[in-house]
């Protein structure tokens, strides 16, 4: 089974420069996650989708990250403009949603490495 | 709002001793993760423990949960130097679905 894809890996812009990412999850998966994690750090989540539909995004910074889920698949990120503050891993996660409405395991991506200079 | 606490934070220890860590959090819950982290690599699901009294165990390591006492433990058995990593807990409350974490757990095995 194919697990959670990100894209890119590793990616380094200057402060005031716009980012995107790109998440594709398990297939099959309703729920995805965007977390953040600096260095040192337990994740923190970003925000969460349910299909196409966004259940939790409190902790989102809105004034300068984005976040989209087309089609209730793939999903990307977007942080516009960056701050030297963004510098973190990007980690995407997705689980499937039971049949009592509950989420299942988060499966994780690789993440990508984010350095804002 | 659902806070969770690891301890210790770090951890050193040599091989084939004993360890536990410990994970508290703060409001009500049925479900708790524990995910392992290598260096620079992503999170590994370890254990899924779903109700009070659940005990999972894999190899040398063996998780527990408590939800009265609002703890879950990771009992480390005979520590050899591939258990080196950082180990996290994650909860979702209950009726809730945001996965929240630890700080985590850095652990050192050594020879």
Known sequence: EAGVAQSPRYKIIEKRQSVAFWCNPI????????Y???????????????????VDDSQLPKDRFSAERLKGVDSTLKIQPAKLEDSAVYLCASSILT??????????????????? | ELKVEQNPLFLSM?????????CNYS???DRLYWYRQDPGKSLESLF???SNGA?????????????KARLSTLHITAAVHDLSATYFCAVIKTSGSRLTF??????TVNP
Do not use: C
């Open chain 1, 27 to 34: 297939s099959g998966h309703a729920t995805l996650y965007w």
């Open chain 1, 36 to 54: 953040q994690q600096i260095l040192g750090q337990g994740p923190k989540l970003l925000i969460q989708f349910q299909n196409n539909g966004v």
């Open chain 1, 99 to 117: 049949a009592g409405g509950m989420v299942g395991r988060a499966f994780f991506g690789q993440g990508t490495r984010l350095t804002v200079v």
């Open chain 2, 14 to 22: 040599q091989e084939g001793k004993n360890y536990t860590i410990y």
């Open chain 2, 27 to 29: 409001t009500t819950s």
């Open chain 2, 48 to 50: 899924v423990l779903l």
């Open chain 2, 55 to 67: 005990v999972k165990q894999e190899g040398r390591l063996m998780a527990s949960l408590d939800t």
């Open chain 2, 102 to 107: 630890g700080e985590g757990t850095q652990l």
